[in-house]
């Protein structure tokens, strides 16, 4: 009986010692991530009102119907606009050991204009010295978020998403990185601020 409760306690402490270290490579993983570098890369699949906008960078490069729904869309102060994209964002590690992350919340504003809050859950590890892209997708209805203001300023939104020549528009980005470590979720103490133009 003893050099079972004994076999039992050596087990124990093995098992502790792996949960340890992988705690430890947890933490160490998301302290690093901490560390990481935010940079715009691109915005990418575009929809505008219904229309996909990939590729085109003037409003003349529409059909005929789809110039006349997204016109029309502009020159009505109601009704909606809804806007589709993927943001996706260049993740760089100058460190070392690998970077773990779980899941990020975000908060995004366009010319001073809150336009949306979300969170995604996609595992990315990206180790040392090395670059991912991490996507982001985003979608909200222009009209509503921007209510209130004129409808040159939601088209210039619009157009300087779509990437349409001619506009531009500031953007402003507070990022939240998560891990995970079991069924739990632990978040960075503090959001990490990432600024861009969108201009073309």
Known sequence: MKKICALLGIVLVLFSCDVM??????????????????????????SLAGINLH????????????????????????????????????????????????????????????????????????????KAVLPINMAFDLKQVLSGESLSSIKNVALSLAGISGHSSNVSLKLLPSFSVGNQIFKAPNYIPLSFQLKK
């Open 21 to 46: 270290k992988d705690l430890g490579r947890q933490a160490g993983g998301v302290l690093q991530l901490t560390q990481c570098k935010y940079a715009y890369n691109s915005i990418s699949g575009v």
């Open 55 to 130: 590729n085109i960078t003037n409003l003349t490069n529409l059909n005929p119907m789809d110039l006349v729904k997204l016109t029309s869309a502009f020159a009505i102060s109601g009704g909606s606009l809804p806007v589709g994209f993927t943001l996706n964002l260049d993740v760089t590690n100058p460190g070392v050991q690998t970077a773990l992350l779980s899941g990020l919340d975000y908060v995004m504003e366009i010319d001073g204009k809150q336009m949306t809050t979300g969170r995604i859950a996609q595992k990315v590890q990206i180790k040392g010295g090395q």
